[in-house]
Each structure stands twice: as structure tokens, then as C-alpha cells.
């Protein structure tokens, strides 16, 4: 495939990824470009699966062979050519797998910059010794709580966690912490080869039966008869037990599904670490403070907050202490323009919206000082009200200002309304799409006829029959689900009367807390209730 193209245009031949058509297109460099069309229509089978799988295929051919293992790779594109393609860079709004040690600040780089202020720079109580910057990571040895490991929190199980309703029978499922199906079966099983009732109601069993069963460290092996349906053939099977607790525990700390995590995680009792008291650090890293604040303080600031704490320190003479402090508030300037100054540096990254991962890591890459680079962006608007559209706007033209292009997938025509450039993708989704139905200057789309786009795009268009749209009244509530004193991020003792059985719509500004409400606190209780 060329790398050729010096006329400022990245030109794509016989594009067919996914359900591209043979795509021919000319796209400009140095420019904000956005790729629309219905959902599913190709537009990002174009910008990500072509256009950034093609500029990651070429930087992994100058990549020695033994190292390749080591990077995660993207398949090479279906196209014929593609021309006048610069190095890449993807921002997209999918994570990877949950961990409770990534947080604003790990992803933003400011927990490197505020551990480098308080290792330079912090106030040392008299005769302790001066840390090096890992000290004050709970993400290394030298700096994690020893008790909690730096996690901040300590999980431990109970024979009620495990156990919610004592009336119930082993084999009718009382140990509610067993996994299900095959696994649980087979656990079961075992325990009646190794003579406990399994048919007698738990709390009628025996303590000694009880501990053994939900707290031994004893792994034994037995021969297993299984009694299974009638008509199946019934094989005896080598069993190895493990008590819930053990299955619990090592499934929190080891499993990569999120899903799984979570049913395990309704086992648990957790609490702050009694040796940090939450705050994931040694003692004598907690004992270093920097304008009256420890580390952990400070990390706990929301970053508008943060900044005003810091901000008197950047005035002061040239020393380490203002150089460090003007940092951390110079990276805290781009997230609050980004309509993230509501964030804590140590809020775990699982906890926050796709929209707000990307705006944080689209801030971390305005740090970086690229040029020349192309920037593929995934809806960044997503999650953000429209009262905040304005600073993404002025983020994304440092960017470009920066000599950089922004090819961006998008759905929110006012963002598109401010592009430079648009191809649009179409006409329908799936095997109805797959065509670039136009690819230039934004005002040239108004005569495209076969866009979907275009309706929304262009003041007097609208979809067909908008206008006729019947009234309706709306559905009566079935119920109410009452919510009392929801502490949570920064919903602080918040009353809610949620309607049921209708569409409801929660709404504010981006960091308002409606994520938090939604997807945290209403859809935990949800799953809490049904077992999902």
C-alpha cells in the first residue's frame, strides 16, 4: 500500500472492510473531519477499521519480529491502497478490563506529577528520611498499604454473606456464593461424597459443618458418583473442593470478566483498611505533607479544588516546589476546559462514563505535544450536555492548531456543523450502507439527496413527518421506587422518587452525578434484587 501523497489528502482505493463497498475517498490532512451516516451505516469501518488499522499495520512493520508478541495488534484493513497517511493515534470510548488501580490520575499522568511534588518537595516530619517518588504509588511496593496492598480497602466474607437464607437446603442453593451451573453442581457434589447433608436445611446443620464448609483452607480430592437426570450416563469423576470463601476470594482478586466479578463481589463485606484507613499508602508516605495536605488528601480533591490548593505554590520563587505545583495545575487547566474539573484524581477509572474516558485521555494527548499526527476519535461528545460542546470545540482546534488532523465519528450535528470537512457514509446501515454518499466541505452536503444526515443537518430539514407527529399522553407510573440520603461520587445525600413501568430521562450538565445515579446506584440495585 502507498505511503506516498503530498498534496495534503489521505486517499483511500477499494476500501471493504466490514461492509464498506469499495470505497474510493479523498479525505484532508491538517483538518477537522468528521465521518456521520446512520448508526451502522460504515463510518467507522472507514475512520477506525481502515484508516487507523492501516496506519497501525505500517507502524508495527518497523517494529522488530520478537517484539510484535508483545503489543496487542489490530487485523491489516481489507483496502487496495491507501495514500498520504501519517501516523495515528485512536481514541476510543471502549476500556479495558476493570482494575481498581487505574484512576484519573494514572490515566492523566498527574499522580506522576503530584508523587514527584511531594518526594521533592513535601514537608518531612523531623529526621525521616526523604522518599523517592514510588513512596507515594500505591501501585508499588515501596508505596502500597502492606494490609490492603494499596487498594484502600479490605474484602473478608461471612456466613451471612455467603449464606443470605439459612432455610434453605445445600442442594436447593444456600450457599449463594457457589458459582452456578456445571461448577456449583459439581461443588455440591462433592460435599455429599464427603458425608454432609446437603438436603437438610443449613441452619440445622452442625457449626462444625458450617465452618468447614464455607471457611476451609483444605482442598481435598474425592471419587464422585454424581446423581445426574434420568437417561443421562452417570461417570464417576476425580472432585476437588474448595470452601466458598476460598472461591470467592480468588475469583474477585483473578477473574478478567466484570460480570463475574460482580456476583462474587455480593459475597463480600468490604471496609476501609484498618492500617491506611482507606488511603492506600504506607505511613511514612502519608506522614509528608505539601501545603498542610497529605498525597491521599489531595488525590481525593475534586481537580478544581486541587488547583485552588496548589495554586498560591506556583507563584512562589523558581524552586522545584512551583516548577512541580505549575505542572499539576497547567494539566488540571485542560481537564476542567474539558468539563472535568469534578473529578478526584484517585476516582477509579471502572466508575466513570465512556464519554469521560475519552475526554480524559483526549486531554492527556493535548499534553503531549504531537504534531503531525492523526487523531481518530469516537464520539466525543458522548455524555456531554450541550452547554459544554463549546470547550470540546476549543480543545479539538488546539489540536488541529497544533498541526495535527482530527478524523472523528459523529453524531452530534452541532459538532458537525463546525467541522471543516464531512464524509458521509450510507445510505442505510449494514448491507444498505457501506457508501460514501459525500466527502467534503460541510455546506456541499445540503445537495446530497440520498443522506440521511442531511435532514439534521441544515435548518428547515427534519425527518420526514416530524411535523405530523400525533400528541400523546404520557403513561401513568405502575409504581415508585424511593430513594433516601444516595451518597456516591458527588451525590451527596440525595432523595429521589424514580418512576416505574414509564420512560424516564435523567438529564444535567456533564459531572452533574446522572451516570453515577443511572448506571452505578439504580442499576446496582437492580441487580441486587434479581441476582443478575
Known amino acids: 500500500m502507498s505511503d506516498g501523497g503530498t498534496d495534503g489528502y489521505v486517499r483511500v ?38 484508516l487507523y488499522a492501516e496506519a497501525q499495520r505500517r507502524y508495527f512493520e518497523s517494529v522488530a519480529p520478537y517484539a510484535r508478541r508483545l503489543i496487542h495488534q489490530v487485523g491489516a484493513p481489507l483496502v487496495r491502497e491507501v495514500a498520504g497517511l501519517p501516523p ?109 447433608d446437603i438436603d437438610r436445611p443449613w441452619r440445622e446443620l452442625p457449626r462444625e459443618d458450617r465452618e468447614w464448609l464455607l471457611f476451609t483452607d483444605e482442598q481435598p480430592v474425592v471419587t464422585v458418583h454424581p446423581v445426574r437426570d434420568a437417561g443421562r450416563i452417570h ?19 483473578d477473574t478478567k470478566s466484570a460480570t463475574l466479578r460482580e456476583r462474587v463481589r455480593r459475597s463480600l463485606v468490604s471496609a476501609d483498611c484498618p492500617g491506611c484507613g482507606g488511603r492506600r499508602l504506607r ?26 490548593v496548589l495554586g498560591p505554590s506556583t507563584d512562589a520563587p523558581e524552586n522545584a516546589a512551583a516548577a512541580l505545583a505549575r505542572d499539576v495545575v497547567s494539566r488540571i487547566e485542560v481537564l476542567t476546559e474539558l468539563g472535568l474539573g469534578y473529578l478526584s484524581a484517585d476516582r477509579p477509572t471502572p466508575s466513570l462514563s465512556a464519554g469521560e474516558l475519552q475526554r480524559l485521555r483526549l486531554a492527556t494527548q493535548l499534553r503531549s505535544g504531537l504534531f503531525g499526527v492523526v487523531y481518530v476519535l469516537d464520539e466525543p461528545s458522548a455524555g456531554l450536555h450541550p452547554a ?119 438529564t444535567g450538565v456533564s459531572g452533574s452525578g446522572k451516570s453515577t445515579l443511572v448506571s452505578q446506584v439504580l442499576a446496582g440495585l437492580v441487580a441486587e434484587r434479581t441476582g443478575g
Open 88 to 196: 495515528a493515534v485512536a481514541l476510543e470510548q471502549r476500556r479495558s478490563a476493570p482494575t481498581g488501580r487505574s484512576s484519573v490520575g494514572t490515566v492523566t499522568t498527574l499522580s506522576n506529577s503530584l508523587r514527584m511534588l511531594f518526594s521533592r518537595a513535601g514537608r518531612y516530619p523531623a529526621g525521616a528520611e526523604r522518599l523517592d517518588s514510588d513512596a507515594f504509588s500505591p501501585n508499588t511496593a515501596a508505596g502500597a498499604c502492606p494490609e490492603c496492598h494499596g487498594l484502600g480497602t479490605v474484602h473478608r466474607v461471612t456466613e451471612d454473606s455467603l449464606v443470605p437464607d439459612p432455610s434453605l437446603t445445600i442442594r436447593e442453593g444456600a450457599i449463594a456464593a457457589w458459582p452456578g451451573a456445571w461448577l456449583g453442581k459439581n461443588l455440591r457434589d462433592i460435599a455429599a461424597t464427603l458425608g454432609y
Open 388 to 506: 459544554d460542546t463549546e470547550a470540546l470545540l476549543t480543545v479539538l482546534g488546539r489540536l488541529r492548531a497544533a498541526g495535527n488532523s482530527l478524523f472523528v465519528v459523529e453524531h452530534d450535528m452541532s459538532l458537525v456543523r463546525r467541522s471543516d470537512w464531512v464524509v458521509d457514509v450510507g445510505p442505510g446501515a449494514g448491507e444498505h450502507g457501506g457508501e460514501v454518499l459525500y466527502s467534503g466541505p460541510v455546506p456541499g452536503l445540503a445537495g446530497t439527496e440520498a443522506s440521511v444526515t442531511r435532514r439534521y443537518l441544515f435548518d428547515g430539514h427534519g425527518p420526514a413527518g416530524a411535523a405530523r407527529r400525533p400528541e400523546r399522553s404520557p403513561r401513568r407510573p405502575s409504581g415508585w421506587l424511593s430513594l433516601s440520603g444516595v451518597t456516591r461520587h458527588n451525590l451527596r445525600g440525595l432523595d429521589a422518587d424514580v418512576p416505574l413501568g414509564v420512560f424516564t430521562a435523567v
Open 235 to 253: 461417570r464417576p469423576y476425580q472432585g476437588t473442593y474448595q470452601s466458598a470463601k476460598r472461591y470467592v476470594l480468588h475469583t474477585f482478586s
Open 13 to 50: 482505493r477499494g476500501a471493504r472492510e466490514h461492509n464498506l463497498r469499495g470505497v474510493d475517498v479523498d479525505i484532508p490532512r491538517d483538518a477537522f473531519v468528521v465521518f456521520t451516516g446512520v448508526s451502522g451505516s460504515g463510518k467507522s469501518s472507514l475512520a477506525f477499521g481502515t
Open 283 to 308: 505511613p511514612e508516605a502519608l506522614a509528608v505533607t505539601f501545603a498542610g495536605w497529605d498525597i491521599a488528601q489531595l488525590a481525593a480533591l475534586p481537580l478544581e479544588r486541587l488547583a485552588e
